[in-house]
């Protein structure tokens, strides 16, 4: 089976979360989708990096969550969404990448 790459999970996780708790309309629910996928991360983050990345990645993870509520109000939700997914999954990668 194919490992999938920590920057995968994380930005899949970021939207797979809004994704659920949007068209299930339980946000809870969305949160469980966004902890198991930063938890599966951050454990990828650590066996590829070091503790230390993944303790700075996992802050990111959560701080791109965080920061997406109050850019949804500019830029709207679905994009708001896409913009700190890819950030994210752009610092895990160049973290991730260098630790190779």
Known sequence: MAKLPAAAVAASGLVGGYAV???????????????????????????????CAAVGLTTAYVAAFAGSHPLAKKVGAWPAVFTVAGSVAAASWAVTRRAA
Do not use: E
């Open 21 to 51: 708790a949007r068209w299930t309309k339980k946000r809870p629910l969305g949160g469980v989708a966004l902890a198991a996928a930063g938890t599966v991360a951050a454990y990828q983050w650590n066996r590829q990096a070091g503790p």
